[in-house]
């Protein structure tokens, strides 16, 4: 069965306003009865999206606001720099590739630290960039393997563009 193409930007934009500084999403026009014009568009899924609901498709609110700034759909993924899936205050999205977007999840391994796993009684540091496993080295301690990933992380990508264990608190 064939996907149903998406909406346009154009009618996004008949539809819909969107407010950058508050990640806000408000109805323009209503959509059908009982939501009047002027009425923050959509709801709050379980894993805190925001969704809305347009001739009979779901749409996510971080999506539809990359699309209504740049009047274009993004190309990639469209992610949360805080990692906080309410927030869509444009500042905060940004429209990355499926790597990108890999790297600023939060490390749910055993070891406890991203980047870090565990290899045999060592530890090993590896990150993946473009599509391919670099290895970061095999340290005694797996908090010596996090600062070697949160190094890596930094010299490639710059202070704050991706969270390093560091930054999530790891250390303390």
């Known amino acids: ?3 149903r193409p998406r909406i346009s930007v154009a009618r996004l ?12 999403i408000f109805w323009k026009v ?21 969704q809305i609901q347009i001739s009979s498709k779901i749409y996510y ?5 990359v699309a209504l700034v740049k009047g274009e759909w993004p190309a990639g993924i469209v ?20 790597g990108a977007n890999a790297r600023n999840r939060v ?19 590896q990150i993946v960039v473009d599509k391919k496993y670099k290895y970061l080295g095999t340290f005694d301690t797996a908090a010596d393997a ?11 990508f710059g202070e704050g563009r991706f969270p390093t264990n560091e930054s999530m608190g790891h250390f303390q």
């Open 13 to 24: 934009r008949e539809l819909l306003d969107y407010n950058p500084q508050t990640g806000e």
């Open 79 to 98: 992610d949360h720099h805080d990692r906080n899936t309410s927030n869509n205050i444009y500042e905060n999205l940004i429209d990355t590739d499926k």
């Open 146 to 156: 996090a600062r070697a990933y949160d190094t890596y992380v930094v010299a490639t």
């Open 1 to 3: 069965m064939a996907r």
């Open 61 to 65: 609110g971080h999506i539809i606001a």
């Open 107 to 125: 490390s749910r391994n055993s070891t406890g630290f991203k980047g870090v796993m565990r290899n045999g009684k060592r530890f090993t540091g």
């Open 30 to 50: 209503s959509p059908n009865y009982g939501i009047p014009a002027g009425a923050p568009a959509g709801s709050w899924n379980s894993a805190g999206y925001l």
